[in-house]
């Protein structure tokens, strides 16, 4: 449902504004954001609490970080 998704969209936004941090609008869809995670399922959300030596962080663009 597209309501649910742009609800859980703000509420990330909402709490994320809330504890001072960024949120990055991944462009791919679901099932590449999962892949990238090295997952074989979809994932909607993804969150990082600690970069340590992440691939994903480096691998966003450098002005979006």
């Not at 949120?23 to 990238?36: D, K, P, R």
Request: charged letters at 20%; a negative charge.
């Amino acid at each position: 449902c597209l309501l649910g998704s742009l609800e859980r969209k703000s509420e990330i936004e909402y709490y994320a504004m809330l504890a001072k941090t960024g949120v990055h609008h991944y462009s791919g869809n679901n099932i590449e954001l999962g892949t990238a995670c090295g997952k074989y399922f979809r994932v909607c959300a993804l969150s990082i609490t600690d970069p340590g030596d992440s691939d994903i962080i480096r691998a966003m663009p450098t002005e979006q970080q």
